[in-house]
């Protein structure tokens, strides 16, 4: 995605080897218009699976998700949690994923009440690196007993496992832009998306 991969190289940075800081307009501030092109591409490329609901995990991913949502008919937003509280149901769907940026290990939850059985559902992301999240997040589409009709990420770090990964689990995967490396802080692009 032409607009995104333009953000990327005007305002993002690298931070070491491989973590790539794009809080200029995802991860912090939010870039309104880039937010919602990212949902209308996410519409259009998963028109044909037609998902019901929209499946993502706190924080980042939620602007996406509901960019997405609103683009595909304003079908519902789900959202994993990453932490129990008292007003929790107790019928919880739970997957456990290392955060590659907060370098700990969280147990995403869904209330099994918001994915109904055989719901179609797209898990939708704002990275991909190892694939921790979506897999748990498909995890708790599987146990839910739903159908995963794909995954979207804005952004798949394609110099580590997680796309390729899916890609041979057979998981329908789309990545709006791919970083191929960090270079002394700059990062490198792949020039078209996946
Ligand atoms: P994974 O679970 O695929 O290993 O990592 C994806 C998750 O970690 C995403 O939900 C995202 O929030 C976070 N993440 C992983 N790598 C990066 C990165 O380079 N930059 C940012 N901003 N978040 C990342």
């Known amino acids: 995605m032409q607009a995104l991969r333009e953000a990327i190289r005007q305002y993002g940075r690298g931070i070491g080897q491989d973590i790539v800081k794009v809080d200029m307009f995802l991860n912090h501030r939010i870039d309104t218009k880039l937010i919602f092109d990212i949902g209308a591409a996410f519409a259009q490329r ?17 602007a996406i998700a509901l960019a997405t949502a609103h683009a595909m008919g304003d ?7 990453k932490s129990a509280a008292v007003n929790q149901a107790g019928d919880m769907l739970t ?11 969280n147990t995403l939850r869904v209330d099994k009440h918001y994915l109904p059985v055989c719901s179609r559902v797209l898990v939708v ?34 110099f580590q496992q997680g796309g390729q990964r899916l890609r041979e ?3 329908n ?7 191929t490396g960090i270079e002394n802080g700059e990062i490198c692009l792949a020039n078209d998306d996946r």
């Open 173 to 179: 995967l789309v990545s709006l832009a791919i970083v």
């Open 75 to 81: 079908i519902p937003v789900v959202f994993a949690k």
């Open 46 to 62: 998963f028109a044909a699976q037609a998902p019901q609901i929209i499946l993502t995990v706190e924080a980042s991913g939620i």
């Open 95 to 105: 997957a456990s994923a290392a955060s590659f940026t907060h370098k700990n290990t």
């Open 125 to 158: 992301d704002d990275f991909l690196a190892d694939g921790q999240a979506a897999h748990a997040l498909i995890d708790i589409v599987r146990q839910a007993g739903c159908q995963l009709v794909g995954v979207g990420v804005a952004v798949e770090k394609g």
């Open 169 to 171: 689990e057979g998981v």
